[in-house]
Every structure is written in C-alpha cells, then in structure tokens.
C-alpha cells in the first residue's frame, strides 16, 4: 500500500481538526447564546452587542502579523489561540449564569473567544495556503468547506436533542424538587462545544509547521497591512465583502428577535432549522469548490448572492397574525434560501489565498477580515440602537421589522453588483 504524502496527511489532519472544531461550534452557536440571553432578561441592544462584540474586537487582529513577526512559531501560536478561545467559552458557561450580571458576561466573554479565534483562523488559512495547490484551491476549500458544514450540523442537532430531551436529563441530574431554569440545558450545550474545541487543537498538534514557508514569518509593515486596499484586485474582493457585511448588518438584529418575540418560536425550532441549512451546504460544498476551479469564483458569488438576498423576504412574509406553525414555514424558507452562503463562504476563502501575496500572506488575510468585520459591527449595533429607539410599542416593533426586512433584501441584491465587479487572480481589472 503506498504512503500517503506529508501534505495529503496534513490536509486530512486539518479537514480533521475541522470536523471536531465545528462540532464543538455547533454545540455553542449564536442562536444558542442569544436565546441564553433572552432568557436572562436581554434587550434588543444587548442582542445588538452579542452580535456585534465579536466584530469589534476582530479589529485588533489588525496587529497579530506584528505578534507573529515577533513570535515566529504560527503553528504553536494558532494552538494556543484555539486552546485559549475553548477556554474562554469554558468559562462563559460556567461561570456567566452565576454572575449578578449575566448578559454582560455573555457579551464580554463572546467578544473574547472570537477574537482568540479569529487570530487562530487567520494563522490556520495562512497555514493551509502553504499547503493547498493554487490549480485544486477550490476544491480543496470546498472539501473542508464539507467537513465544517457536517460538523455544525451534527453540533446542532446535539444541542437541539439536548434542550428537548432535558425534562428527562434534569431529574438525572438534579433533585426532583429543585426548580431548574429553562436556560440550563443551553449552559451544558456550551460547556459540552468548549470541550470539542479544545480537543480540535489534536490533529493541528500533529501537522508539519511549515516553518520554512516565507508567509511562516511575514514581514510586517504597514505598507503590507494596506496592500489589500492599494491593490485593484484586493480592493474589489474587499468593497464586495464590506458590502456584503453592511446589508447582513441592516437586519442582524432583527432577525434574531423576530422568531422569538413575534412569532413564538422556540430554541428547538431554530437551531433544526440552522442545521438543516448546514446539511445543505455540506452537500453543496465540493461542487462549489469544484465550480471555482472550473469557472472562477465571480460567477458563482452573483448568482449565490442573488439567493442568500431573498432571505428577508420571507421573514417580512412570516405573519404573527397567523398560526406558529405558519410563521415557521416562513422562518424555514429563509434558511433554505441561506444555502446559498456556501458558495458564497468557498468563494471568499479562495478568493483571499489567491489574491493575497503567496510569500506574505498573514498581513492581508488580517486586514480582509478585520475592515470587513469592522462594517458588519457597526451595522449591527446601529440597527440595533434603531431598534430600541424607535418600537416602544407592539405596533410600532411591527412597523419596523417589515421595513428592516424590505430594506434588508433590496440591500442585499444591491450587493450582486459588487460581486459582479470581484476579479480572480489571474485576471487584471479593467
């Protein structure tokens, strides 16, 4: 039997650390953490924050090229940002719902993991660059695009069996008499993910560093952290994914609220629906990448971009006059459309390896992340501030929704344009 090769063992180990990462994920997703919230009392801005937080604080991975360029050891420096971020969320469920105050707990601590993470993300697509040949990069993406789709999935489905089944956990678990509050099923979902993603960290231990690759030790100046915005190919790749960040940002908030608040559907509902859109994309993800390779990424961004923007729609369709169960198949047609992220995610992904300079990569993977992230924050803590401000009643919430959701899909489509202005990398634009 033939060997296999260090870098097809490598790409099975990351596809690996993939699958356990994305279960733990699932496990503790952001539906999961708003309606811990909610059930702690939240209010739209503090929805607002849980959404936005993370973006923020993705700015200031802006310096991790400088940290790197410092510390040159990315591979032990990725693992520890994972094992710092599973800890982190180990923590939040341990300790957050005993805390006086709980829901800023849960922002705080849901800002921290994701910076620790998006650091770790960075440094890892660094290191799978150096790894995925530029011909096959899209199949290659797409693949564990697959394996990251299925984990989430099975993540979910975990969580929701969990938070179904807890009557029947909670008298195993506690004394019959004890009054256990509804949120404490979501508290074991979290702890259980925090778990996986340290155990993720395993087959990343297993890799080859790479040590000898010029993007293992960047050469960090700010002419390099500017390069994607002095760039004509980057500069379009980077206008596309901050308009993109902006139109998600118009309804973050209110889509979150929206099933809960108006329509009464619970945790359960939700989180099937957030994993039947991740079965779709994992079945999606190969032809995706495979379509890339093929085709090129522009094509398949519009034509993903037009879907995904339908979304809204039928939440503005999704009537609370109506019975629960309608309001749900409305909810449930959003999510189907929200498929279509997958090529969306597979066409980023490779579009900002390809783009980026392969001797020197960290700089503008950081930078892509961190303006892109930066305009979905903003969105999305002003819209939810909006919010606040201006439903104090049942009728005007109502009012509003129906304007976010109509703004949302007309911003949403808007964006197809600017996909359409996306270049490859081995194309110059005009």
């Known amino acids: 039997m033939p060997r296999r090769s260090p870098r097809r063992r490598d790409l099975a180990l990351a596809n690996l650390n993939a699958a356990i990462w994305a279960v733990g994920n699932g496990l503790v997703s952001t539906t999961l953490v708003i309606y811990l919230a909610l059930g702690l009392g939240a209010k739209g801005l503090a929805i607002s924050l849980i959404l936005a937080s993370p973006r923020f604080a993705g700015v200031l991975r802006l310096w991790l090229p400088w940290l790197l360029a410092k510390l040159p050891r990315r591979k032990w420096m990725c693992i520890g940002l994972f094992l710092g971020t599973g800890g982190v969320l180990l923590g939040m469920a341990v300790a ?23 650091c770790g993300v960075i440094l890892l697509w660094s290191w799978l660059g150096d790894l995925m040949p530029a011909p096959v990069r899209g199949r290659l993406v797409g693949a564990r695009e697959r394996w990251l789709t299925t984990g989430q999935a099975i993540g979910l489905l975990a969580s929701f069996l969990l938070s179904f089944g807890w009557p029947w956990v909670a008298v195993r678990l506690y004394a019959a008499e004890a009054v256990v509050p509804r949120w404490a099923p979501l508290a074991w979902s979290a702890g259980i993910g925090a778990g996986l993603i340290l155990l993720s960290v395993a087959p990343l231990a297993a890799m080859r560093s790479l040590r000898g690759s010029p993007s293992a030790t960047p050469r960090v100046t700010w002419k390099a952290i500017t390069r994607c915005a002095t760039n004509a190919a980057y500069r379009r790749l980077l206008t596309y994914s901050c308009g993109l960040a902006v139109a998600n940002g118009v309804t973050a908030t209110a889509q979150n609220l929206y099933p809960n608040r108006v329509l009464g559907i619970g945790y359960e509902p939700m989180i099937a629906l957030r994993a039947m859109m991740r079965l779709g994309q994992a079945s999606l993800a190969p032809a995706a990448g495979w379509a890339i390779d093929r085709f090129g990424a522009r094509r398949l961004l519009v034509v993903c971009q037009l879907i995904v923007s339908l979304g809204p729609l039928f939440y503005f369709l999704a009537s609370p006059a109506a019975p629960w169960w309608a309001g749900l198949a409305w909810v449930a047609g959003a999510w189907c459309a929200w498929t279509a992220y997958v090529g969306i995610n597979v066409g980023l992904d490779h579009l900002k390896l390809s783009l980026a300079p392969p001797d020197n990569n960290v700089p503008s993977i950081a930078a892509y992340h961190a303006i892109s992230d930066l305009a979905n924050g903003v969105m999305i803590v002003a819209f939810g501030w909006v919010f606040d401000t201006l439903a104090p009643g049942d009728s005007a919430a109502l009012r509003l929704y129906a304007a976010l959701f109509v703004i949302g899909w007309l911003a949403r489509t808007a964006v197809a344009g600017l996909a359409a202005m996306v270049v490859e990398s081995r194309e110059k634009p005009a």
């Open 96 to 118: 957050a719902i005993g805390a006086e105050d709980a829901v800023a707990w849960l922002v705080v601590a849901w800002a921290l993991h994701h910076l620790l993470q998006y």
